[in-house]
């Protein structure tokens, strides 16, 4: 099984009204391959400049024209109260493709 990491610059939607953008986000994607026996999975973290009013469901677009929809979850380990960077977690949910 292959692992495949990108990094770039996304920006995060509302799934319930996906022309809003929510923000940009410095993005770590991992990425596995699909195999005789195991689907694609993908997941990775984020981080904004302003804390997400919600965590939940979101969607989400890469530089490279990708989209997927995702699960995001505060990175709360990573937190410190004087912080101006806010950290968090996703997880894909279904295909990650061009849409």
């Not at 809003?20 to 694609?40: H, Q, S």
Request: glycine letters at 10%; charged letters at 25%.
């Amino acid at each position: 099984m292959s692992l495949r990491i990108t990094t770039g610059i996304g920006t995060l939607y509302d799934k319930e009204t996906p022309d809003f953008a929510v923000a940009r986000v410095n993005f770590n994607l991992m990425e596995t391959e699909t195999t005789k026996y195991n689907k694609k999975k993908w997941w990775g973290d984020f981080s904004v400049n302003e804390e997400l009013r919600h965590a939940g469901n979101f969607l989400i677009s890469f530089e490279d024209a990708r989209k997927g929809e995702v699960i995001v979850i505060p990175n709360t380990e990573s937190q410190t109260r004087n912080s101006k960077t806010w950290y968090y977690h996703f997880n894909g949910r279904g295909g990650l493709g061009r849409k």
